[in-house]
């Protein structure tokens, strides 16, 4: 809640697309949508507790459960462990930024070098096995 003190989020249907991820092709929920996107959150689980802040047009989300960051994709209904604090969420993210790991692409769009971000994420994650599945 902290976050939504501080901006509103990106709402899912904004006209100009460059301005939408805060991950490569993840916005963060916009806190009109939070309500709806827990609820899908729950039926891809089956449970409460996750709380998602990121999403992308197909329905996975960055959660976050008692201090850790989880995937939750709509094809996978089992919770992967990313980052085990929020503090090593952020020095990844912050690592990626600045390395040029995640980066504008010609057409003004955030992306991002796959195993460059994988192999990065190692090193800041090392005992977190969603990033040694490569």
Aim: charged share 25%; hydrophobic share 35%.
């Amino acid at each position: 809640m902290r976050l939504y003190s501080e901006v509103a989020g990106t709402p899912a249907g904004i006209e100009d697309q460059s301005l939408m991820d805060f991950l490569p092709g993840y916005r963060l929920i916009h806190w009109a949508e939070l309500r709806d996107c827990c609820e899908t959150c729950r039926k891809i689980l089956g449970i409460d507790g996750y709380f998602p802040f990121l999403t992308n047009y197909s329905s996975d989300f960055y959660c976050w459960k008692d201090g850790a960051i989880y995937d939750v994709s709509h094809d996978w209904p089992t919770p992967t462990l990313m980052h085990k604090t929020v503090a090593d969420f952020l020095k990844t993210i912050c690592a990626c930024y600045t390395s040029g790991v995640y980066f504008l692409d010609e057409d003004g769009y955030l992306d991002y070098a796959f195993e460059q971000e994988r192999l990065l994420a190692i090193k800041l994650n090392p005992q977190v096995d969603y990033w040694l599945e490569g």
